[in-house]
């Protein structure tokens, strides 16, 4: 039996887990994320499932509802973050450039 990948996490973190070819669970606080693990526990056909990590519940409320098998193994990922230090967007761009290039690009 082959196991599937799902996500819980919230609207910016489920986008883009869309783009990827997933498709997430939308969670907007931490019970709602619960009720949806629930779920998805009940459904034997998860193998992994990525759970947006301020939206992770309380695992031993969920624990009685997982296989024998230790599955779905559950992953907290970030949330997304607005905030970035001065300079990383430019820095990440130019990085991504030298290594399509082959050599630094200064972006001004």
């Known amino acids: 039996m082959s196991h599937r990948v799902g996500v819980v996490g919230g609207p910016a973190l ?3 887990f869309r783009l990827a070819g997933l498709r997430p669970r939308v ?3 931490r ?3 619960r009720a949806l693990l629930t779920d998805m526990l009940e459904d034997r056909k998860w193998g992994v499932i990525l759970v947006q ?3 992770m519940p309380d695992l031993e409320s969920l624990s009685r ?3 024998d098998s230790g599955l779905p193994v559950l992953v907290p ?3 997304p973050s607005r905030e970035r230090q001065p300079g990383e967007a430019e820095a990440y761009v130019a990085e991504l450039l030298r ?3 082959g050599y630094r690009v200064r972006l001004r």
Do not use: C
Request: a negative charge.
């Open 53 to 55: 990590e301020n939206l």
């Open 77 to 79: 990922v970030p949330a």
């Open 14 to 16: 489920s986008l883009g």
């Open 65 to 67: 509802h997982r296989a």
């Open 99 to 101: 290594r399509a290039v």
């Open 27 to 29: 969670a907007e606080h």
């Open 31 to 33: 019970d709602q994320a």
